[in-house]
Each structure stands twice: as C-alpha cells, then as structure tokens.
C-alpha cells in the first residue's frame, strides 16, 4: 500500500512569489490535513480537507490556502511568499474527518520550501 | 499559546537506558494523546497513543503515562537503541476538532552506545 505522497519535496522560491504543494493521500483516505513544520514553531496545523470541504483552519494569514479534489488530492498554495515561510510543509491523511474515530494520520516526508 | 509543553527539548541516553518525555498540556477537551517520531528527512509517524480514562499503556518498549488530574503525560522508552535516535512529539486531539493535531515542541532523542 503505498504511503502519503508530496510533490515536489523540494522548492526554493523567492519573496513575493506563489507556491503550490501538492499531497496524494493515501488510498481510501478521504481527510486531508497540511502543517507546517520550523525549528522555532514546531509542527502547527494549517488546514483539514474532508471530501472536498475545508473542515478545520488554523491561524495562518490568508495567503495560505488550500483545496481538495474529487479523487481526495489536496494543494496548499503560498502566495506573496515571505522568508518567514521557509519551511517544511506536510501533509497527513486519515480515512475520516473526525478525531473522535482516532484514526491514525499518516504523514507525507514533506516538501521543503525555502524562501529566498 | 503553546497548548502542549514538552520537554526536555534534547536527552541523552546511553543504549539500554530508560528515555523518558514529558508533556503537560491546558485545554481539557482534550481526549486522546498520540506520540509521533520523526527521522531526517521523514514525516512524523505514529508511535503510541492514549485516552485519559487510561492510566498507562505498553507498546513493546514504548510506554505512556498518563496523569488526568495533573494535565500531563510522559513517554518511557526502556533499553534504548540507538534505533530509537530521532525526534518524538507528543501531541492532543479533541472530538469534534476534527483531525487538529496541537503538538509540543519536540524531543531530540540520542542513543548512544
């Protein structure tokens, strides 16, 4: 069964550019989760796709953004990027939305974007 | 606001020695405590997790104890490897949070030999 899949896994843009990251969840999973990973934050959750639908955002400006395919696909995209955004963005996947089911979310290695 | 703390933020064990993590967190509606550890160049994987009706739970080496009244939890990792040499977090999740995991800061775990 192949795992969560991130491309590209390697980015380096420059300020004021966009980005989009794309994650391929792990087959039947239908929850898409993408977080933000730096070694002064830590891991903090960006947003939650569910069948096409945000679920869950977190505080994050609005040049942060994301969506969700029919096939359970999911793109973040950056836009106005800030050295600020360097970082390694990941994606989970989980066959339900809620986190009351306990579903194990399986985590993607992550795409590193660096920000020049 | 940091939510879950965890510390210490590096360990040092010698192979075959106990590891030991803790974390403390403020929001009680959370309801379920997973560990994830991470290698280089890895995504964070499931280790072990907890409810807080649970005292303790045993996964092979891996164990987590849980203390309700006090917010806080800690994972015990007997007879180290250096295998064991990544990084853990602990996190929380709340029902009706959907699949929000708040996570603490991180431990880097080395094992040496």
């Known amino acids: 069964k192949a795992g969560v899949t991130q491309t590209p896994r390697y980015l380096i843009k420059t300020r004021g550019q966009q980005v989009t990251l794309s994650c391929s969840p792990i087959?039947?999973?239908?929850?898409v989760s993408w977080y933000q990973q730096t070694p002064g934050q830590g891991l903090q959750f960006l947003f939650e796709?569910?069948?096409?639908?945000?679920?869950n955002k977190g505080n994050f400006p609005g040049r942060f953004s994301g969506r969700q395919f029919s096939n359970s696909r999911s793109e973040m995209n950056v836009s106005t990027l800030e050295l600020g955004d360097s970082a390694l963005y990941l994606c989970?996947?989980?066959?339900?939305?809620?986190?009351?089911?306990?579903?194990?979310?399986?985590f993607g290695p992550g795409t590193r974007l660096l920000v020049l | 606001q940091q939510q879950v703390k965890q510390s210490p933020q590096s360990l040092i064990v010698q192979k075959g020695g106990i590891s030991i993590i803790n974390c403390a967190y403020e929001?009680?509606?959370?309801?379920?405590f997973p560990w994830y550890q991470q290698f280089p160049g890895k995504g964070p994987a499931l280790l072990i997790a907890?409810?807080?009706?649970?005292s303790e739970k045993k996964e092979g080496r891996f164990t987590i104890s849980f203390n309700k009244s006090a917010k806080q939890f800690s994972l015990h990792i007997m007879d180290s490897q250096p295998g064991d040499s990544a990084t853990y977090f602990c996190?929380?999740?709340?029902?009706?949070?959907?699949?929000?995991?708040?996570f603490g800061t991180g431990t880097q775990l080395k094992v040496e030999l």
């Open positions: 989970a996947s989980s066959r339900s939305a809620s986190g009351a089911s306990r579903e194990t979310q399986y």
């Open positions: 087959s039947g999973h239908r929850s």
């Open positions: 796709y569910f069948s096409e639908t945000q679920r």
């Open positions: 929001n009680t509606a959370f309801d379920y």
């Open positions: 907890i409810r807080p009706d649970v």
């Open positions: 996190a929380a999740i709340f029902t009706g949070g959907g699949n929000k995991l708040t």
